[in-house]
Structures are given as C-alpha cells and as structure tokens.
C-alpha cells in the first residue's frame, strides 16, 4: 500500500524559513518523480514543485521559485520542500504527492498524502 | 501562463448524469487529469491521460478531451459523489496547472 506522511508543518513568521518532509513507502520510490501541491485554506490547489526521480532535475511554480527548495533523498525514501523567506500567502496545506508514471513520468497525482499546515502569520 | 476554467459550480439530480467542463486554450493537445476532494480529505485521482480510470475508480467516472474543452462525465450520480472536483495538466512553460474547481451537488 502506497503511504505518503507529510511533517514539519508549523506556524511561522513573515520572512522565516521551514523544511517539510515526506516519507514514502509502499512502491519504489527511485521510480518516480515526486510533487509538492498546496491548498489555501477554503481554495483550491496550487502545484508547487516538481523533482525528477534522481533529483537532477527541479521545477517551480513563479509563485515560489527562487525561495522554495524541493530535494529528495532516496536511500531514506524522503522527499522534503525547503522554505525560505516565507509570506503569509503560503499559507497553506502542502501536500506530498506521487507521480503517476515511472520516468519519464506522467506529470499528474496518483497519490496523496493527508497534508501538512503550514502557517505564516506574526 | 496556461489557465483551465471550471464553473464554479454544477448540480445533478440523484441518479443522474452530471458534466464538468475544463476550458483551455487547445486543451484537447494536451493530458487533462481529474481529481475529487471531498471535505477536510486529500485529493483522489478520478481520470488520468483525458479519460482513464484508475484502479476503484467506478466506470460511472468518464472523461473526455477535445478543442478547447475537456469534460469529465459522471453518469447515474449518487449524494457520495458530492465534492469539489479539478482538472489538471502539465504545460512546457507553467507546468503543473490545476483548473480552479467545480463544486457537485447532488440533488
């Protein structure tokens, strides 16, 4: 069975940085690329970050790219999102999620994990 | 940017066909991919790649994909399909985007 335990969600202040993790077990997770897609609260979904399955390559959305790092560590079968230079409009659920198809992959969300809250707010 | 857009909301009468579209500029040249959220729950992938089923997924659950329009069909609707559902695709230069959803009701 596929499992997907988000962590490190807190509340925050304005400017202050937060690393979130993902544990992973249930399939073989050097397999897939992996996601990070949040939700506001009372909005819909964002997606967030993209790594490939050997974390050489990474993606963002505009909206956090250039402050948010996504990295993987595959021998721990983790998947982790770091935060920096936070602001109260990533205020938000974040949620892990896997790629649906091996590499190359498939682009889309096959399964999720139950979200971590993050708050940022003085 | 790509942009997808649902209505807001749709509403079905119990045991009826329900269709949520997802509009975008030549969506049907791209894999659309739908997901149901129900309250306080994590999304579930409902239709991957424009109209496949995954695994438990009920074949009341269809999707289609054409022009600038993609639609995800629920057919015989029951109150359990009652949720927010979105669609999403991958785009070469916004990549993931996610349609801002469409509340079902099932009357």
């Known amino acids: 069975e596929v499992q997907l335990v988000e962590s490190g969600g807190v509340v925050v202040q304005p400017g202050g940085s937060l690393r979130l993790s993902c544990a992973a077990s249930?399939?073989?997770?050097?397999?897939?690329?992996m996601h990070w897609v949040r939700q506001a609260p009372g909005k819909g979904l964002e997606w967030v970050s993209l790594?490939?399955?050997?974390?050489?390559?990474?993606y963002y959305a505009d909206s956090v790219k250039g402050r948010f790092t996504i990295s993987r560590d595959n021998s721990k079968n983790s998947l982790y999102l770091q935060m920096n230079s936070l602001r109260a409009e990533d205020t938000a659920l974040y949620y892990c999620?896997?790629?649906?198809?091996?590499?190359?992959?498939?682009?889309?969300?096959?399964?999720w994990g139950q979200g971590t809250l993050v708050t940022v707010s003085s | 940017s790509y942009e997808l857009t649902q209505p807001l909301s749709v509403s079905v009468a119990l045991g009826q066909t329900a269709r949520i579209t997802c509009g975008g500029n030549?969506?049907?040249?791209?894999?659309v991919h739908w997901y149901q959220q129900k309250p306080g729950q994590a999304p579930v992938l409902v239709i991957y790649?424009?109209?496949n089923r995954p695994s438990g997924i009920p074949e009341r659950f269809s999707g289609s994909n054409s022009g600038n329009t993609a639609t995800l069909t629920i057919s015989r609707a029951q109150a359990g399909d009652e949720a927010d559902y979105y669609c999403?695709?991958?785009?070469?230069?916004?990549?993931?985007?996610f349609g801002g959803g469409t509340k079902l009701t099932v009357l």
């Open positions: 999620a896997k790629d649906g198809e091996v590499t190359p992959g498939g682009y889309y969300f096959d399964y």
């Open positions: 249930g399939f073989t997770f050097d397999d897939y690329a």
């Open positions: 790594i490939s399955w050997d974390g050489g390559s990474t």
């Open positions: 030549n969506i049907g040249s791209k894999n």
């Open positions: 790649r424009d109209s």
């Open positions: 999403q695709v991958w785009d070469s230069s916004t990549a993931g985007v």
